[in-house]
């Protein structure tokens, strides 16, 4: 998230209470907390999304049934294509990304 050569410092006391809450919503974007107070502090926008995992799945799968289209059409083994359950597949993956990040 933020790569620039660190050269100074920066100390600050906190309650035990303050530092765990930002130490979980550090772990849970992925970030070092360094990197997420950084982010925070300089007003950058930390998004958190859950349950992408199955979603980016079905994504690499319908990627697949494409590319594996694409190759039958490029071969001459077929010769129409009706894309209309893959579009209905590609648009409930996108409502399902909108719909975690509007969440």
């Known amino acids: 998230m933020y790569s620039m050569n660190k050269s100074r410092m ?14 979980q919503k550090a772990a ?3 970030l070092s907390m360094t990197a997420f107070i950084i982010g925070a502090a300089l007003g ?7 349950g992408l995992e199955n979603t980016l799945s079905e994504l690499k799968a319908i990627g697949r049934n494409l590319n594996q289209l694409t190759t039958l059409c490029n071969m001459g083994k ?3 294509l009706e894309l209309a359950d893959i ?12 719909g975690l990040m509007t969440g």
């Open 28 to 30: 849970r974007a992925r």
């Open 44 to 50: 950058k926008k930390i998004i958190v999304v859950d």
């Open 87 to 98: 579009k209905n597949q590609f648009g409930a993956v996108v409502e399902a990304i909108t």
């Open 78 to 80: 077929i010769q129409c």
């Open 10 to 23: 920066f100390s600050f006391r906190l309650s035990e209470q303050d530092y765990l809450s930002i130490q």
